[in-house]
């Protein structure tokens, strides 16, 4: 059975020397797997520099839909980037976010809406110019709606407290459990839930709050996603921005 889909690459994993495995956010059946031929010539109908990490590729694939692994057929770029793998620092967060969404999402199947909000955020930071240094936060808190985890922000008040187990803003008490953040932390994560992309660059946050708020983010999730871990590419995106 052939397939046509768009893709997002979240990861790869050389499979043997002729092989590469090939994991996407697919449109049509979510998170999947595909196994191509490493090109040997220029004329292959895959070639391995499409992977990168949230490369967007329009590919044809055999094999059942539902099945673990699918031979990929072909692929080509559905949308050829302007200056994400070029710039480091651009670079750099997409090989964090790559790695973020491979571990977070898990879900198979087609889920219009979130495949849409990831395409778009590529998208625009690959044609953002500056002021995009809170993508990162910005991305991963609005990742979390599609995901069911967005914490409630409605009874947020100045001095309260963010649980991070519960997902909610409580005033000083006492506390259940270990995972509340203090006041100051707590209204930087507040501020954070409040931008947008286009409104992000109005915030400002110096290095060792943004340092600070990517690790808040990390360890919610890991409270909340079961076998979340702490990722590897996390201290190569804090080390970018020393």
Request: charged content about 20%; proline content about 4%; overall charge neutral.
């Amino acid at each position: 059975m052939q397939q046509k889909d768009l893709g997002i690459v979240l990861h790869t994993l050389k499979y043997n020397d002729t092989s590469l495995i090939i994991e996407m956010y697919t449109s049509h059946s979510g998170r999947s797997s595909y196994i191509a031929s490493i090109p040997r010539s220029r004329k292959s109908k895959v070639k391995t520099v499409l992977f990168q990490p949230l490369a967007l590729i329009e590919f044809e694939a055999s094999g059942n839909p539902k099945g673990n692994l699918r031979r990929l057929k072909e692929a080509k770029a559905h949308q050829t980037f302007a200056s994400l793998p070029y710039d480091p620092y651009k670079s750099t967060i997409a090989l964090f976010l790559a790695e973020f969404l491979y571990r977070a999402i898990r879900e198979e199947g087609e889920n219009t809406p979130l495949f849409h909000y990831l395409s778009h955020s590529i998208e625009w930071l690959d044609n953002c110019a500056a002021g995009f240094a809170n993508f990162h936060l910005v991305f991963l808190m609005r990742l979390s709606r599609f995901l069911g985890l967005y914490p409630n922000i409605e009874d947020y008040e100045e001095g309260y407290h963010f649980d991070l187990l519960n997902a909610v803003f409580v005033p000083q008490g006492n506390f259940a459990h270990s995972h509340y953040i203090n006041k100051e932390e707590s209204a930087q994560f507040y501020q954070l839930m409040r931008m947008n992309y286009d409104t992000m660059h109005l915030f400002k946050m110096n290095r060792q709050q943004r340092q600070r708020c990517l690790e808040l983010i990390n360890e919610y999730y890991r409270l909340h996603l079961p076998d979340f871990p702490i990722l590897k590419s996390l201290d190569v995106l804090k080390g970018l921005f020393d």
